[in-house]
């Protein structure tokens, strides 16, 4: 039944199994309807993983509901942090919202997480959060966590679009240069660089979307 314990327990599992970002993406948007109508979750982790994919969807009133619940449910502050700085990415990270996400992603991180929060907070930064600070000094000493680079030809010629504001160009380049993986394969200044082009040419919800993908993805190895 719709907003069942049985099928939040079902929903939940078939999130687990699906290991690869692209695949709990699409597993997010087939169930989204019913994870909205969810009225609970089996236990924490899986109350976490509703709102990850609430937030996978770019639903981001949602996703702002069910990490609340969440963190109610009892979910460690760890587990939350990104999923509430791809939410700042979603609806906005300038000013002191983005200073303030910045400083939770950084506080809530374990020192094993260091250079995972690195690349969240720089993404924030590329979306025009302020660096000011112990940020700043998080970042200098915490290098961001790898992946790969974005297609070299089609960042040049990004920046190109972006100096000639050609703006349904450099959206199209924005995506082949991330690649068939999208931004989540991505390494931290490749994000980057692709967001403030899109930022450049007014491109801020395709900006955005990148961001909140690049989080909730999470760094590659």
Do not use: K
């Not at 990850?52 to 990490?67: H, I, K, N, S």
């Not at 809530?108 to 979306?127: C, E, F, H, K, S």
């Amino acid at each position: 039944a719709p907003g069942s314990m049985e099928t939040a327990t079902a929903i939940a599992g078939v999130l687990r199994q699906a290991t690869a970002y692209a695949d709990f993406a699409a597993a997010a948007r087939f169930f989204r309807a019913d994870i909205a109508a969810l009225q609970n979750a089996p236990d924490a982790a899986s109350a976490v993983m509703f709102a990850r994919a609430a937030l996978a969807t770019g639903d981001a009133q949602l996703g702002a509901r069910l990490v609340g619940s969440a963190r109610q449910a009892g979910a460690y502050e760890a587990a939350l942090a990104p999923l509430d700085a791809a939410l700042v990415a979603l609806t906005g990270a300038r000013n002191e919202q983005g200073s303030m996400a910045m400083q939770r992603r950084i506080d809530r991180a374990t020192p094993q997480q260091a250079r995972a929060a690195a690349r969240d907070v720089a993404i924030l930064a590329a979306l025009g959060a302020p660096l000011e600070g112990g940020v700043q000094t998080f970042l200098l000493t915490n290098a961001p966590q790898g992946g790969a680079r974005a297609d070299g030809g089609a960042m040049l010629a990004l920046v190109s679009a972006v100096e000639r504001g050609a703006m349904g160009e450099g959206a199209l380049l924005a995506v082949v240069a991330a690649g068939e993986g999208g931004p989540a394969r991505l390494d931290t200044d490749s994000v980057a660089q692709i967001i403030r082009a899109l930022r450049g040419l007014r491109l801020e919800d395709e900006a955005r979307r990148i961001a909140a993908e690049a989080i909730l993805a999470g760094a590659p190895s």
